[in-house]
């Protein structure tokens, strides 16, 4: 009878042993799957991600997946060496295969060119208008070369309007004639609206990268033109170190 007991017990452990290590190996099993397919979601959101981000490159350029293709080549050759800053735009115009593709890029370039300037035009007005919002009745400053605020003198103010065809040869002569010196532009009938500033600035094709330096400055009148000006369209003037406004001439 105890031989049969212990036969029991030995045969019963035996049982829940193998039950323990299947239920063991069963898990383990379900874990690693488990592991593998939280892996396989991960890698394929990581290629959709790359995959969206590849074709956003492209498609921000308005090209297509072939002509960035054929950029990224370029990139590795000569070109790319000579040149390796150049935007994908220029660097497939510059080595167009025929007329029909150089002018294709041009265009694309210009696009592109003056949806960058209208941004940072809009900024620059943005940026002048906080400015007079926070330090109300002063005039715009800039850095010297010696680092050193230089708080308006020298400054040349000039008052415009955006019907003024007189005004675009003398805003010419403006510039060439003060090239030394910032330049403050006002106009007069913006009503505040920054779209009009930014509209006559890319019409009148005022340097950006001055604009981006405040070399100028483009700006809404709040009342100088008729306290100085005197209601004289155009009109410059030049604020000398005492602060008094000066009439130029030029």
Not at 14 to 39: C, D, E, G, R, W
Not at 69 to 82: D, T
Not at 174 to 201: E, F, G, H, K
Not at 205 to 222: E, F, G, P, W, Y
Request: net charge neutral; charged share 25%.
């Amino acid at each position: 009878m105890k031989f049969h007991i212990t036969t029991l017990f030995v045969l019963f452990g035996t049982v829940l042993s193998t039950s323990f290590s299947f239920a063991n190996q069963t898990s383990v099993t379900n874990t690693i799957s488990q592991a593998q397919s939280t892996q396989q979601s991960v890698e394929k959101s990581l290629n959709i991600q790359h995959s969206q981000s590849s074709e956003n490159k492209w498609t921000e350029w308005g090209l297509t997946q072939t002509e960035w293709l054929r950029y990224e080549e370029l990139k590795k050759g000569s070109r790319g060496i000579w040149s390796p800053n150049l935007d994908p735009l220029t660097m497939l115009g510059v080595e167009a295969r025929n007329d029909k593709e150089r002018q294709h890029y041009a265009e694309l370039l210009a696009k592109k060119e003056y949806q960058r300037v209208e941004k940072e035009f809009a900024f620059q007005i943005a940026y002048n208008k906080a400015f007079e919002k926070l330090y109300p009745n002063q005039l715009p400053f800039r850095m010297d070369e010696f680092g050193q605020t230089n708080v308006a003198v020298n400054r040349v103010i000039y008052f415009t309007r955006t019907d003024c065809t007189s005004c675009v040869d003398d805003l010419k002569r403006l510039q060439d004639y003060a090239q030394r010196y910032p330049i403050d532009i006002y106009v007069v009938d913006s009503m505040q609206n920054d779209d009009t500033i930014r509209n006559w600035a890319l019409k009148n094709n005022i340097d950006i990268a001055k604009v981006r330096s405040r070399q100028i400055t483009l700006n809404h009148d709040s009342g100088y033109w008729l306290k100085y000006a005197k209601g004289k369209m155009p009109a410059a003037f030049q604020i000398k170190g005492d602060g008094e406004w000066q009439l130029l001439t030029y």
